[in-house]
């Protein structure tokens, strides 16, 4: 999305890998494939922090944060719109059950995919300030806390990001033109 192009073939199995310079500020990556002169753009950006985490992020869906697997469950994103619409992502145990409480009130309920991951809508929107958000099931919980605010200016391209106590925001402009924030949660920096 913001002009740099980096360009890289697939192997036989349709694996590929591409070396990116080191950066100072998160960046956004836009995945595309060309394929006998027909050129097919990815659903969704790829956030590469500084440190090197990535993530998928979805317009209007929950973000996969590419993240090893984990046998308790974990937040590690959570996607919010103005409204305060909002989905978390996470890992846990394959099949576990799991619930979801923001505040300490119950708001969802699901089970885990069988990649290990997860990703839930939340029954009643984020309001603006600052929430608990906690995932307890089988495996074990984990709590994290975020402060919901407007998106920060987008001045400098499609993304804005800031690093708070246990992660990434990232507010970020989806291809329909609609600003959505994205927190990143490091693995191991929940309560």
Same mark, same amino acid.
Do not use: Y
């Given at each position: 999305p913001t002009g740099q192009a980096v360009s890289t073939e697939a192997d036989a199995g349709g694996l590929w890998r591409a070396i990116l310079p080191g950066a100072a500020e998160p960046r956004l990556f836009g995945l595309s494939m060309t394929r006998e002169g027909r050129t097919v753009q990815a659903e969704g950006y790829l956030f590469v922090a500084p440190e090197g985490a990535v993530?998928?992020?979805? #317009?209007? !869906?929950?973000? $996969? &944060?590419?993240s090893g697997p984990s046998d308790s469950p974990r937040i590690l994103a959570i996607d919010f719109d103005r409204e305060g619409g909002a989905v978390i992502s996470g890992v846990g145990r394959p099949g576990a059950g799991f619930g979801v409480r923001v505040d300490r009130a119950t708001q969802a309920e699901g089970k885990v995919d069988a990649q290990g991951r997860f990703s839930l809508s939340l029954t009643q929107p984020l309001g603006p300030g600052s929430h608990t958000?906690?995932? #307890?099931?089988?495996? !074990? $919980?984990?709590?994290?806390?975020?402060?919901? %605010?407007? &998106?920060?200016?987008? @001045? *400098?391209?499609?993304?804005? #990001? $800031?690093?708070?106590? %246990? *992660?990434?925001? #990232?507010?970020?402009?989806?291809?329909? *033109?609609?600003?959505?924030? @994205?927190?990143?949660? @490091?693995? !191991?920096?929940? %309560?």
């Open positions: 993530a998928l992020l979805r #317009a209007g !869906g929950g973000t $996969e &944060p590419l958000v906690q995932v #307890a099931g089988e495996g !074990g $919980e984990n709590l994290v806390r975020l402060d919901v %605010s407007p &998106p920060g200016p987008l @001045t *400098g391209g499609p993304l804005h #990001a $800031e690093r708070f106590e %246990s *992660g990434w925001r #990232a507010d970020w402009m989806t291809p329909g *033109g609609g600003i959505q924030t @994205t927190m990143l949660f @490091t693995p !191991g920096t929940g %309560s």
